[in-house]
């Protein structure tokens, strides 16, 4: 007997064997049901819709944080050059929530590939979560070499300024991030003599597709090379970008849009328009002409000596009405006509009880929209003191400014609402633009809003009234009251109210734009915000030579910036010489040739463009307070804010919102994806969206 051993029999009992089948047969059978702790699959990790942004401080990653910040996207940003930065590991990455692993970021933007160094942990730990959760990288800028799947520039590449050269979106490109483009894009050149753009385009290697490229002279076969594309390596990707821009520049502005959905896989919280509203102001009324020899406008209380009686005003005339609708029809556009109905029966008065525009402009009522702009276009704030130029607010014995009473501002508003509504426009009454935007806070001359103004407001139902945007750029509240009235912040184009002929135009624009030696103003050198022309603009050729293509590019900037604030200008650049026209054209054109059919331009009313913005100003505060939690599983993304808070969301088309039974489609389209601001539905606590799978 062998110590400690007990004999196992070569040949088991025959009952013996027949329980040992059975018992293998059960833990087969149950294997089927119920997978032991190595088979069950691990869980699919949540992914937050936060971007995690490294910043070093120039301008690549600062154009790509501005346009994660303009449309709302969640973004955490690390800057290299703070020694207090946490450290990117693993834990800073990742973690587990609920027993799920949870990356803690959708996408990553560096300043380049090796922002951390390439061998640092930080690289390393980087690039294995990127590897473990499929995170996306954007190289925000970076040069053309095999570590980014590109060839070196001198192997059939090319390198050196970008100004004025054409680039072409790939097939690629255009199935893929960059859907909503024409398929060309051409680097701005504002200023020949000074290199706005650099770039390196390089030969794809294996991994690297291709999605915007530029010819390439005396490469074999005439080959292009590329600017931008995605690198695929290591289980990663990149999208590579080797060209330099900022935020403003036209050609960063096309592609940031497909650089976000890209970088977030087409899902992210956030969304962006390309917005285009133009307001007509003084419509029925004339506007005082700008006088060439004395460099004022009499009329306006702006020559010394000016009683207010210009000669020679600038009007519409029943031509320039049909010019217009015939415009808006050939150009597929809606202008605003923000509109004095009482000036309009002070001019008929006075000439002999006709007056032929404002019946034309009455009966093509329905091819516009109309904005109230008050009865007679009176000024609303202080009383004016128009003893001086420039004016001050008049006060009493006292001291004290007066101002238009709340009777006065109420009867404004009331009366031309009742006109417009007399003639049968449609005219929304929670919609008010004051004349030149009085009774708000006029610097430096009234540093105070009317305090009347706000009850007149409320007295007639308006929520939303217009401001200037070159002075307040932000919306702010009139009144404390709930359903106080909010301002719309309006861009003031460079097509001046006082000018009816290009030869006025560029005559005045001198005055402003020209140093005193030139016979300007001065108001340039002395304006830290502003420059001077090196030269006067010559009055025959400036207004189409610089002043179009000039203010054309700054309107078509904030169509590009997800900027839905209107532009304004005055019934007086429709007339005469229709000034306006040139710059719409301009605008609408450059636009077109940039984006395909799917991103159209979106044309908000007033009211429209204040609930946009008004919904944006809660959504940033909710996501500064950390009041927000959104995150992806598989195919279900799920967004948790503050209750009554409308979450911007955008998804791939095909995705649905789940009801409180069945589901429906979610959003509208634009540009390839679909978006809208959304809440719960009844009885939900979240919004829950289903993603199409294939």
């Known amino acids: ?148 799947g590109l060839d070196y520039t001198n192997e059939g590449g090319w390198s050196g300024v970008l100004d004025g050269a054409t680039a072409g979106v790939t097939a690629a490109g255009r199935a893929g991030p960059f859907r909503y483009l024409s398929g060309a894009l051409t680097f701005e050149d504002n200023d020949p003599s000074i290199a706005e753009s650099y770039g390196y385009a390089g030969r794809p290697r294996a991994g690297y597709t291709s999605y915007l490229d530029v010819p390439v002279d005396g490469a074999a076969g005439g080959g292009r090379a590329s600017l931008v594309g995605e690198y695929t390596a290591d289980g990663r990707r990149e999208l590579v970008v080797t060209f330099a821009y900022n935020q403003y520049q036209r050609q960063f502005r096309a592609l940031a849009r497909g650089i976000v959905e890209w970088l977030t896989q087409g899902v992210h919280l956030g969304q962006s328009r390309n917005y285009l509203s133009v307001h007509v102001d003084d419509v029925f009324a004339p506007d005082a002409r700008w006088d060439t020899a004395r460099d004022c406008t009499p009329g306006d209380f702006d020559c010394v000596g000016d009683e207010g009686e210009g000669a020679d005003p600038i009007r519409m005339t029943v031509a320039d009405a049909q010019y217009a609708a015939a415009w808006q029809k050939a150009s597929g556009f809606t202008l605003d006509m923000v509109y004095n109905g009482g000036q309009g029966e002070q001019w008929k008065t006075e000439h002999g009880g006709s007056d032929p525009l404002t019946d034309r402009l009455v009966a093509d009522r329905a091819q516009y929209r109309w904005i109230n702009h008050t009865y007679t276009h009176p000024f609303l704030g202080c009383v004016q003191d128009n003893t001086v130029v420039p004016w001050r607010c008049a006060t009493d014995a006292s001291g004290n400014t007066l101002w238009v009473g709340r009777s006065e501002l109420s009867g404004q508003i009331r009366n031309n609402h009742n006109w417009a509504v007399g003639k049968g426009i449609s005219v929304d009454r929670s919609e008010l633009v004051t004349g030149e935007h009085s009774g708000l806070r006029t610097f430096p001359q009234q540093p105070a809003d009317n305090p009347h103004l706000a009850g007149a407001l409320a007295d007639n139902g308006v929520k939303w009234l217009a401001s200037d945007n ?89 169509v590009l910036g997800n900027d839905p604030r209107p532009h304004y200008v005055h019934q007086s650049n429709l007339a005469e010489e229709r000034l306006l026209y040139p710059v719409l054209d301009r605008v609408l054109a450059d636009y077109r040739g940039l984006f395909a059919p799917s991103a159209p331009v979106v044309n908000p009313r007033q009211k429209d463009v204040g609930t946009e913005l008004n919904r944006r100003a809660a959504w940033d505060q909710a996501l500064a307070a950390g009041r927000v939690t959104a995150y992806r599983i598989g195919s279900t993304v799920t967004v948790k804010a503050p209750a009554g808070l409308a979450a911007p969301i955008t998804a791939p088309e095909g995705t649905r919102k789940q009801l409180l039974l069945g589901t429906a489609a979610f959003g509208s389209p634009y540009a390839g994806t679909r978006s809208a601001w959304t809440t719960p539905e009844v009885l939900q606590t979240s919004v829950t969206l289903t993603l199409p799978t294939a």
């Open 470 to 558: 070159s002075r307040e750029p932000q919306q702010r509240s009139l009144g404390t009251a709930t359903g106080a009235a909010k301002t719309v912040p309006r861009h003031p184009m460079n097509v001046y109210y006082n000018v009816g002929t290009a030869a006025e135009m560029t005559d005045e624009y001198n005055w402003v734009y020209t140093s005193r030696a030139d016979g300007g103003s001065g108001i340039c050198e002395s304006d830290p915000a502003s420059t001077c022309l090196p030269a006067p603009l010559p009055v025959t050729t400036g207004y189409v030579g610089h002043i179009v293509p000039q203010e054309a590019r700054t309107a078509l900037s904030h």
């Open 1 to 148: 007997m062998d110590s400690g051993r007990i004999r196992t029999p070569r040949t088991a009992p025959r009952g013996a064997r027949t329980a040992r089948v059975a018992a293998l047969a059960a833990a087969a059978l149950l294997a089927t049901v119920v997978p032991s702790a190595q088979a069950v699959a691990a869980p699919v990790p949540r992914i937050d819709l936060t971007v995690l942004v490294v910043d070093d401080g120039g301008s690549a990653v600062e154009a790509i944080t501005a346009e994660l910040k303009g449309s709302g996207v969640p973004y955490r940003r690390i800057d290299l050059d703070d020694p207090n930065r946490p450290v990117l590991d693993a834990a800073f990455l990742s973690d587990t929530v609920d027993g799920r692993p949870r990356a803690k970021y959708q996408g990553v933007v560096l300043p380049h590939e090796t922002a951390f160094g390439p061998d640092s942990a930080e690289h390393t730990a980087l690039r294995t979560y990127e590897r473990t959760f499929g995170i996306p990288q954007v190289d925000a800028y970076t040069w053309s070499h095999p570590g980014v």
